[in-house]
């Protein structure tokens, strides 16, 4: 028979066993916020001005992560110090390294999410 103190040491030594079996298994990565921020002269956010059904707006974002442009097209956009993958309505996805500016006079992107790396 099998006294009551060992049965509580290998229950705790298989429930340690699999508490360790489990951490090693998931993944651990950094969660990642992209944030709307209020647009500050000086700062190095990305800035994207754009239009959408007669109206303009011009936003600024922060911290990495990906979020929802929701279709609007872009007319200009200045990664700062970030850089940037924007997804349009044709399914493309288009890298702008950070330090950049460019502008889309002729032919704007109608951008449905945007992913700061």
């Known amino acids: 028979m ?3 103190s ?3 040491v ?17 993944p651990i990565s950094p969660a990642f916020a992209i944030d709307h921020v209020q647009c500050v002269g000086g700062e190095n956010f990305l800035k994207i001005w754009s ?13 990495r992560g990906r979020t929802d442009f929701g279709g609007w097209w872009v007319d200009r956009i200045s990664t700062g110090n970030n850089d ?4 349009d309505a044709n399914g493309d996805s288009v890298k702008i390294e950070r330090w950049h500016e460019i502008s889309f006079p002729n032919r704007p992107p109608k951008v449905t999410s945007i992913e700061i790396l």
């Not at 940037?84 to 997804?87: A, D, E, R, S, T």
């Open 2 to 4: 099998i006294s009551k």
């Open 6 to 8: 060992k049965k509580n």
């Open 10 to 26: 290998r229950s705790v030594a298989v429930a340690l066993a699999a508490a360790t079996a489990f951490t090693a298994t998931i």
């Open 84 to 87: 940037l993958i924007y997804y």
């Open 51 to 63: 239009h959408l059904n007669g109206r303009d707006s011009v936003d600024c974002y922060a911290n």
